[in-house]
């Protein structure tokens, strides 16, 4: 039946609204509402379902730099956009163009995809910024969407899983289900595949809590990616922040990413997203003109100070999102507010999380935006989890941001690497990460899980990967194999890339393991890469922004089970002893422990304290940690080794001891009583229990 397109084209004055942005249907109709302080005059455009331009209505009031009007008969379905009226002074910062379509930021919904074409620049292709293009932008443009807000949740709810106990899986919505035998062919890549029986089974098999996803916000393909024949798979390119990516939707109904999130929350998974709020897809002054800029370039992006011509960019992106504006910084917030309220979602993982709190005198952990979040009460219930950096002046900030944030934590990967690939000098690096690297986090009351430890993520090697290649191989990116960091602390093992040795490829196992042990007995909240459970590969590509391929996607067709059974063991390991390997607060030594706290004390191989002189032994490859309950040495107690050498006499602490985890053992679950001195195996991470 087709739908009703039968509405008023007279604004109904009282019952327009300006409290609430976006496009909001109330059963009878509908509010739009746009925000823009230098227009001088906001017509709203309305398409028919074949894309048609059947109405331009100027938005009858404005107060505070908000533009809105309420059409009575407007219902869910109805496409429309935006142009926008104001002066057209480059030099000063303002961009109006009313000859370009523009999407609403608060568009929940949209239609159509981007067709990359000259009109959609605000200016002539190959001309001078400074002069306006007056072609039609709107052939080429997506519609934003009024979106039917009813949904059953049937008293579903955020989960709210406690920190310590925490597993992320970080991962990609297509990229997880594109290739899984279990999901049907017809939902593979979208949400609807994501919440498939098959796919929630393996992260509950695998010990998962929480579901990290890559950025599904409303975003656009690159054109000059297009033109090579790439696309930007990460989606690190937004254009609005409450559309969900129409390229993961098996129809345009927002409805099947809360069906999804609905299945996962009923299984108790946790759904956290990796949200873009520090710039957008409109690039710098040279870029298309898509929404934002062409709304209000002088709010809603940083401009320089001395050229408000140019944007301020601290994101390696041309623009910079203009968050200590007050009108951004609510958009951001709401929508935040919207994802968590109106989707249901955990938290978020803020992408180039420093741009966020630049303030005129740099970087401020006590900027508007991080108290924004802190008094939100909506938001500060939620996980918060900080990227702590950009590439501005002074924008690497791990440790710095404020609770209840926590942090990725670069130098967890980095030194975790280089320990297990034999680098000299590691072990007192090693010996901050396991718990929880105290120097960067172990301030301002900050708890033991502010530090998200991982050793992989999408950025980089996968972990297979860094024991598979000692050299980047990016050459299908196109860029001459230039583009991607060459800092990966990566050790092929005898052979670059695949590999017929069965020795080679049983030492390669044999190292993932450990790595992934002593990650998931590691203080804080571990954090691993979908697939790297079961040994997944890139071929070597560090940088699989552009790939959305089967180089990109999880290869589950032959999934190495060894590592795979070895991780799901952490993981009910890292359970069932949450309170020594997950502690809520930081470790002390002994004498400094408290009742809440747990008792470190450093073991040498042969069965002393460490002193000074074992952490300046540049040769050592092995360290152990005992634990104990609240410092008390008549405490139950638990001993990690970390081997990263070869096999190694070990004395254990007096008394007898349970081995109950050796990740060199297949299975790596065992129980074996042990005293006096033993062997640790070559490259394993072993884990005791007081007899």
């Not at 100070?305 to 994101?315: A, K, L, Q, S």
């Not at 901050?432 to 120097?439: A, I």
């Not at 670059?496 to 450990?514: C, F, Q």
Request: net charge negative.
């Amino acid at each position: 039946m087709p739908r009703d397109t039968s509405f008023s084209t007279t604004f109904d004055l009282s019952n327009s609204r300006p409290n609430v942005l976006g496009a909001r249907f109330d059963g009878e109709g509908t509010n739009f509402a746009l925000f823009s302080d230098n227009a001088e005059r906001v017509d709203l455009c309305l398409f028919d379902d074949e894309g048609n331009e059947v109405q331009q209505l100027e938005l009858p009031r404005m107060e505070g730099g908000i533009w809105f009007g309420y059409l009575p008969g407007v219902k869910p379905g109805q496409a429309y956009g935006y142009r926008v009226h104001g002066p057209w002074k480059p030099e000063e910062g303002h961009r109006f163009n009313p000859h370009k379509l523009l999407l609403d930021p608060y568009a929940m919904e949209m239609r159509g995809y981007l067709n990359w074409d000259d009109a959609l620049f605000s200016y002539p292709i190959g001309g001078s910024d400074l002069e306006m293009d007056t072609r039609d932008s709107a052939p080429f443009m997506p519609r934003a969407v009024v979106a039917d807000p009813n949904f059953d949740w049937d008293a579903d709810r955020i989960l709210q899983h406690d920190w310590p106990d925490t597993v992320i899986y970080e991962a990609h919505v297509k990229g997880l289900t594109q290739q899984h035998p279990g999901v049907p062919e017809e939902l593979r890549g979208t949400f609807a595949g994501l919440g498939t029986d098959p796919v929630i089974e393996h992260l509950l098999k695998m010990g998962i809590t929480t579901l990290e996803l890559l950025p599904l916000h409303a975003m656009v393909q690159d054109r000059h990616l297009i033109e090579k024949g790439l696309s930007n798979y990460w989606g690190y390119n937004t254009i609005g922040f409450f559309a969900p990516n129409r390229m993961y939707l098996s129809g345009e109904k927002v409805s099947e990413v809360k069906e999804t999130i609905k299945k996962l929350h009923k299984a108790g998974i946790e759904v956290i997203l990796d949200v873009v709020y520090n710039h957008t897809a409109e690039g710098n002054h040279m870029g298309p003109t898509f929404s934002f800029r062409g709304i209000d370039n002088a709010s809603y992006y940083a401009l320089s100070p001395e050229n408000p011509r140019y944007g301020y960019d601290v994101t390696g992106t041309g623009n910079t999102l203009n968050v200590a504006h007050p009108m951004v910084l609510r958009m951001v917030m709401d929508s935040l507010r919207y994802w968590v309220e109106a989707m249901h979602v955990d938290g978020f993982r803020f992408d180039l999380a420093s741009t966020l709190g630049r303030e005129p005198d740099g970087f401020e952990r006590e900027g508007a935006f991080f108290n924004a979040m802190r008094q939100d009460p909506v938001l500060s219930r939620v996980k918060l989890i900080a990227e702590p950096w950009d590439v501005g002046e002074n924008g690497y900030q791990v440790g710095g941001f404020p609770w209840p944030f926590r942090e990725w934590n670069d130098k967890f990967r980095d030194d975790t690497r280089a320990f297990w690939r034999r680098d000299t000098s590691q072990s007192p690096k090693l010996s901050q990460r396991v718990l929880g690297s105290p120097v960067q986090f172990d301030h301002s009351s900050r708890p033991a899980t502010s530090s998200i430890n991982f050793l992989a993520a999408h950025d980089g090697f996968t972990l297979w990967d860094t024991v598979s290649y000692n050299e980047k191989h990016n050459e299908e990116n196109g860029e001459g194999n230039q583009d991607g960091h060459d800092h990966n602390i990566s050790d092929n093992m005898g052979a670059e890339g695949d590999t017929a040795n069965k020795a080679i490829e049983d030492h390669r196992v044999r190292r993932v393991k450990a790595m992934l042990g002593s990650l998931m007995m590691s203080h804080g909240v571990p954090m691993v890469l979908a697939g790297d459970e079961f040994g997944n590969s890139q071929d070597g590509n560090n940088n699989a922004y552009c790939q959305d391929s089967e180089l990109s996607w999880i290869d589950w067709s032959n999934p190495d089970h060894e590592i795979a059974q070895a991780f799901a063991a952490f993981s009910e390991i890292r359970r069932e002893y949450a309170d020594w390997l997950a502690p809520v607060k930081f470790s002390r030594a002994p004498e400094y422990a408290e009742a809440l706290s747990v008792g470190t004390e450093w073991r040498h191989a042969e069965g002393r304290v460490m002193t000074d002189e074992d952490w300046n032994d540049n040769e050592s490859e092995i360290v152990a940690l005992k634990l104990t309950k609240g410092g008390d040495p008549a405490a139950p107690a638990l001993l990690t080794i970390y081997n990263a050498g070869d096999d190694t006499d070990f004395t254990l602490p007096e008394g007898r001891w349970i081995r109950i985890l050796d990740s060199g053992a297949d299975p790596v679950r065992v129980e074996q009583e042990c005293e006096g001195t033993i062997t640790i195996g070559y490259q394993t991470t072993n884990l005791f229990r007081s007899a």
